[in-house]
C-alpha cells in the first residue's frame, strides 16, 4: 500500500531558527512530491519535485528529494511567525492520473 | 482567475438530513477533486474526476455519499442520510491537463452534523 509519513508530527520553534521537516515515502512508480502549506484554511501549494539532488527555493523555504532513499526534506530558515503552519507532503504514485497521497503533516508553530 | 470555488463555506445541519457541498473548478482545469480533513484522519482523498469522468472514488467511505460532475464547470458531493462522523472540512481542488500534479484548493466547506 503507497505511504507517506512526516516527522517530525509537530515542531515548537522561535523566531530567526532553522527547521528541517522530513518526509518519506512508499509507492508504486513514483512520479512527482509536493510540499503544502496549510495555515487556518485551505492548502497553498510550495513546491513540485520531480528529480534527485536539484534543490528548488523560495525565498527562505527549499526543499530537496532523494529518490534513492525515497525522502524529501523541507527547510525554512530564519523562521517568522508567519511561518506557523501545517506542512503537508504528498505524492503521485503509480498511473498517468492525478491522485495524491497525502502525508499526516508536520505542525510548526513558531514563536516570537 | 478566481480560483476554485466552492459553496457553502459552512454548513450546519441534523443527522439524517442531505447535505450537498458545491464546487466550481478553475476554468480548463481537466480534474477535479473531493478531500475531507478531519483532525483524526488528517486529508484524505474521496474521488477524483478527469474530463468530468470519475476516475477513482476507492476513498468514498460509504454509500451514503456520492459525487457528480454533470459538465466541466460544476461538481456536487452529497451525503445523504448525514451522520455526526461525517463533521469534517471538505475541499475540492483542481489540477491542469500537463500540470495535473499541482493541485488547487478550494476555501473548504466546514460542515458540521449535529
Known amino acids: 500500500e503507497d505511504k507517506v509519513v512526516q516527522s517530525p508530527l509537530s515542531l515548537v520553534v522561535h523566531e530567526g531558527d532553522t527547521v528541517t521537516l522530513n518526509c518519506s515515502y512508499e509507492?508504486?512508480?513514483?512520479?512527482?512530491l509536493l510540499w503544502y502549506k496549510q495555515e487556518k484554511k485551505a492548502p497553498t501549494f510550495l513546491f513540485m519535485l520531480?528529480?534527485?539532488?536539484i534543490e528548488k527555493k523560495s525565498g527562505r523555504l527549499s526543499s530537496i528529494l532523494d529518490k534513492k532513499e525515497l525522502f524529501s526534506i523541507l527547510n525554512i530558515t530564519a523562521t517568522q511567525t508567519g511561518d506557523s503552519a501545517v506542512y503537508l507532503c504528498a505524492v503521485r504514485g503509480s498511473g498517468n492520473t492525478g491522485k495524491l497521497i497525502f502525508g499526516q503533516g508536520t505542525t510548526l508553530q513558531v514563536k516570537p | 482567475d478566481a480560483g476554485v470555488i466552492q459553496s457553502p463555506r459552512h454548513e450546519v445541519t441534523e443527522m439524517g438530513q442531505e447535505v450537498t457541498l458545491r464546487c466550481k473548478p478553475i476554468s480548463g482545469h481537466d480534474y477535479l477533486f473531493w478531500y475531507r480533513q478531519t483532525m483524526m484522519r488528517g486529508l484524505e482523498l474521496l474521488i477524483y474526476f478527469n474530463n468530468n469522468v470519475p476516475i477513482d472514488d476507492s476513498g468514498m467511505p460509504e454509500d451514503r455519499f456520492s459525487a457528480k460532475m454533470p459538465n466541466a464547470s460544476f461538481s456536487t458531493l452529497k451525503i445523504q442520510p448525514s451522520e455526526p462522523r461525517d463533521s469534517a472540512v471538505y475541499f475540492c481542488?483542481?489540477?491542469?491537463?500537463?500540470?495535473?500534479?499541482?493541485?488547487?484548493f478550494g476555501p473548504g466547506t466546514r460542515l458540521t452534523v449535529l
Open positions: 520531480t528529480s534527485s539532488g
Open positions: 509507492v508504486t512508480n513514483f512520479r512527482s
Open positions: 481542488a483542481s489540477s491542469l491537463i500537463g500540470l495535473r500534479d499541482t493541485q488547487y
